[in-house]
C-alpha cells in the first residue's frame, strides 16, 4: 500500500475505537442496574473471543510461543483493568468514569519513563499536575476520592500498562492472533471474577442488543484496530489520540444517558483534556522514544 499514511491512518483508527468505547459508558452503567459487574464482562468477551475465533481459526496457532505468552500478559492486564472500570463506574456517573479513565493518557508517558529510565521533563509534571486538579474538581467529595473514582484510578493505570506493551509488542502480521489470544484471556479474567456468585446473562431482548453491541464493536473489532494501529505509533501518540473516548463518552451520556451537564463536568473535564494534550504537545520529542517496538 504505498503511499498509505499509517500513522495517520492509525491515529484516525484510535479515534473510531474512542467513539466505540464512550459509546459503551452509559450502556454499560443502565446494564449494571440488572447484571453483576463480572457476569457481563464474561459474558461480552466470550461473545468477542468466539466472533474472533470464527472469523479467522488459525490466527493464534500462528503467533509464536513469545508473543502467546505476550498476549497472555496483555490479556490479564487489560482483564483486570475492566473489572475495576466497570466496578468503579457502578460508584460514579458515566461521564465522570469516561474522564478519570481518560487519565491512562498521563500515566503512559509517566510509567513508560519509569520503566525505561528515562527522566521525566518539567511538562510532564506540568500535565500530572493538571490532570491531578481535572480530577479533583471531577471527582472529589469533601476532603476524599470517592470509591468508585478511586477503581477506575486504577484501572487508567493498568490501561496505560497495556498501551506501552501493546505498541512494543504489536506488528500489522500479528495483530488478530494478539487480539484474539487477549480476548480469549480477559475472557478467563472475568469468568474467574464472576465465579463465586454464579453466572447470570441479560434477561430482556435490549440488554442483550447492548451487550452483543458491546462485544463485537467496542470489544472484538475496537481490539483488532487499536492493536494494528498501535504497531504504527509511539504508545503516547496512541493514548493521545485515544483521549476523546471521555469525550465521546460524556456526549452519548448526557445526550442518551441519564447524566446533566455541569460546571463540575465542563471545569474538570477541560483540564483533564489540557493535561492529555499538553503531554503530547509539548515534550513530543522527548517521549517519542519511550517505547521501543520490541515485536519481530
Request: glycine content about 10%; aromatic content about 8%.
Amino acid at each position: 500500500m504505498s503511499g498509505v499514511n499509517h500513522p495517520r491512518l492509525a491515529v484516525l483508527a484510535l479515534l473510531s475505537v474512542a467513539a466505540a468505547w464512550g459509546s459503551t459508558f452509559f450502556l454499560t452503567k443502565d446494564l449494571l442496574t440488572r447484571m453483576d459487574v463480572a457476569d457481563y464482562l464474561a459474558l461480552r468477551f466470550l461473545i468477542a473471543s468466539v466472533a474472533l475465533m470464527l472469523v479467522h481459526p488459525p490466527a493464534i496457532a500462528r503467533l509464536s510461543r513469545l508473543d502467546r505468552g505476550r498476549a497472555v500478559a496483555l490479556g490479564i492486564t487489560y482483564g483486570i483493568a475492566q473489572l475495576l472500570q466497570t466496578e468503579g463506574l457502578r460508584h460514579t456517573s458515566a461521564s465522570v468514569s469516561g474522564f478519570v479513565t481518560g487519565m491512562y493518557v498521563v500515566f503512559t508517558p509517566l510509567l513508560g519513563a519509569v520503566i525505561l529510565r528515562h527522566k521525566i521533563g518539567r511538562w510532564a509534571w506540568v500535565a500530572v499536575i493538571l490532570a491531578t486538579t481535572g480530577l479533583g474538581v471531577l471527582s472529589l467529595r469533601g476532603l476524599s476520592l470517592g470509591h468508585g473514582e478511586l477503581l477506575t484510578l486504577a484501572s487508567a493505570g493498568l490501561y496505560a500498562l497495556h498501551i506501552i506493551g501493546l505498541g512494543a509488542w504489536s506488528t500489522s502480521r500479528n495483530a488478530f492472533g494478539l487480539s484474539s489470544l487477549q480476548m480469549i484471556v480477559i475472557t478467563c479474567v472475568c469468568a474467574i471474577g464472576a465465579l463465586p456468585g454464579g453466572f447470570s446473562v441479560p434477561s430482556t431482548g435490549g440488554d442483550w442488543v447492548s451487550v452483543i453491541y458491546m462485544a463485537l464493536v467496542a470489544g472484538a473489532l475496537a481490539l483488532i484496530v487499536q492493536t494494528w494501529a498501535q504497531a504504527h505509533l509511539t504508545p503516547t501518540r496512541a493514548a493521545i489520540a485515544m483521549t476523546m473516548e471521555p469525550v465521546f463518552a460524556s456526549t452519548f451520556a448526557v445526550l442518551f444517558g441519564s447524566d446533566s451537564l455541569t460546571w463540575r463536568m465542563l471545569v474538570g473535564g477541560a483540564l483533564v483534556v489540557s493535561a492529555m494534550y499538553l503531554v503530547e504537545l509539548a515534550p513530543r520529542r522527548k517521549f517519542e522514544a519511550e517505547v521501543q517496538h520490541l515485536a519481530q
